[in-house]
């Protein structure tokens, strides 16, 4: 993989964009795969690093119907965190804290992780249950987790109205310091770069049609670019999950909504944390770029439209602005909308399905970019060894005949 030294950044800097480097190959569909991973978002093109990484597996495609990390990485508002209240959530997204923390280094490539802690706070007596509840839960499992009182939230965030007359008072906070923020297109490219080096091949507008099945086992893919065969199939299609599905014959639990999201004009650095409540149905942070990046619950209805819609910015910026009146006069600039599949107990699917050899990768809902590097690195395990890697085993379809359901709707702190 190439490096790049002080010289090099400088000769970028100066060379007008011009004459660069690809940073992955343009290739050729083959006949034939060992894995065919069906979606290069994030999560899917972790899994192809970590399979060709981790497991010497590098015969692999990633069939992507637009271009990578255009979907759900691209318009999410990167929130990391792992203070899920249960021990199964916890430890999957505890994994994946971790390897963001060792992430930039280990893609030699800069993903702008930053740990500036995350607030989820708490305006009623049944939220600070919940919160307190939380917190001791996530200090059990290891998990750096504080429960903040509202002048300590205060002192961390000046500009945030917490009198006591504030029309949703704030009571107090659950804060993970060592939570935070990502770049989102750069976690797409880092992962994409690594696996291009190690062999994979990344197949951008392959829109997969249908899947090849034969005596229940996948061996293949139909694609608008002819049909593709592997033995393996692993679909990381977030939203278009249950479209997939579909087009292998069986049903998964999932309903697919639009999340928006939007972005204010540029600030001078006023917010060096991230802020979310549940409550007054907002959250907020502020990007390297000086954007506050601004967002709320799902649409209350069904969709696969990604686009934003003008009732659902005026209640976040209502929303918004209760909490920060200081913001009440800056502009917003762009919205947007991506579709999140979500699960009924607000967790995903890591699982093999009816079909042999053909495995999904689900259900993240609002909350999966946190989730990026541990997702792919657990259903490579799963795709490699045929077998679910203890951290997803909780996550099998299974769950949906046995009732062994892990509610995080809490901790997904973004309301359903
Ligand atoms: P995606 O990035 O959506 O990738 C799936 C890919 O599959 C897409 O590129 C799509 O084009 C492709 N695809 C679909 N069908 C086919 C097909 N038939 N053939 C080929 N390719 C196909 N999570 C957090 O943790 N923190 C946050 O702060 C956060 N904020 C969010 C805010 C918004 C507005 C939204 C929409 C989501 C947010 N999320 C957040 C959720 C997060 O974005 C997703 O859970 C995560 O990005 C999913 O990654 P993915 O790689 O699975 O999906
Ligand atoms: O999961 O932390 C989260 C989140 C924040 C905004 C959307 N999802």
């Known amino acids: 993989m190439q490096r790049y030294s002080g010289f090099g950044l400088a000769k970028h800097a100066l060379s007008h964009h011009e004459n660069w480097e690809r940073q992955w190959r343009n290739p050729t569909p083959k006949k034939q795969y060992d894995v065919i991973i069906v979606g290069g978002g994030g999560h899917g093109l972790a899994t192809a690093y970590y399979l060709a990484k981790e ?151 392959t829109e997969v049609t249908g899947f090849k099945i034969r005596d229940g086992r996948v061996y293949g893919v139909h694609t608008n670019r002819g049909d593709i065969e592997a033995k393996t199939v692993g679909c990381v299609a977030a939203g278009n999950s249950g479209v997939l599905a579909k087009m292998a014959g069986f049903r998964l639990p999932l309903e697919s909504h639009p999340l928006q999201a939007l972005v204010s004009e540029p600030l001078k650095p006023i917010l060096d944390t991230v802020v979310m409540s549940n409550h007054v149905h907002g959250y907020i942070s502020q990007s390297d770029k000086g954007d506050l990046v601004i967002g709320a619950g799902i649409d209350g209805y069904n969709g696969y439209g990604q686009r934003g819609s003008y009732p659902t910015v005026e209640h976040t910026l209502q929303a918004i602005v209760e909490m920060f009146p200081i913001f009440s006069r800056v502009r917003m600039n762009r919205q947007w909308g991506g579709i999140v599949d979500t699960c009924p107990d607000a967790c995903p699917i890591l699982s093999a399905t009816p079909v042999k050899g053909l495995f999904f990768n689900c259900g993240w809902g609002t909350g999966g970019f946190k989730a990026t590097p541990g997702s792919g690195h657990v259903f490579a395990w799963t795709l490699a060894k045929n077998q679910a890697h203890p951290l997803a085993a909780p996550f099998s379809i299974d769950r949906f005949h046995t009732g062994a359901l892990v509610d995080e709707h809490g901790a997904a702190g973004v309301a359903h």
């Open 55 to 205: 497991h010497g597996v590098r015969n692999v495609a990633v069939l992507e119907k637009g271009w990578l990390g255009g979907g759900n990485t691209a318009r999410n508002t990167t929130i990391v965190r792992s203070n899920y209240l249960w021990d199964e959530a916890a430890a999957l997204y505890e994994h994946s804290m971790k390897l963001w923390e060792g992430l930039s280094q280990d893609l030699n490539y800069n993903v702008m992780f930053s740990q500036r802690g995350v607030m989820n706070l708490a305006h009623t007596l049944q939220d600070m249950r919940d919160v307190q509840r939380r917190v001791n839960a996530n200090r059990l499992n290891g998990i750096d987790s504080e429960v903040l009182t509202p002048e300590q939230i205060q002192e961390l965030v000046p500009i945030m109205d917490c009198s006591k007359n504030a029309r949703y008072p704030i009571m107090g906070a659950s804060w993970q310091p060592r939570a935070g923020v990502a770049r989102h297109d750069a976690v797409a490219w880092g992962f994409a770069r690594a696996a291009d080096a190690l062999g994979v091949d990344l197949l951008q507008n």
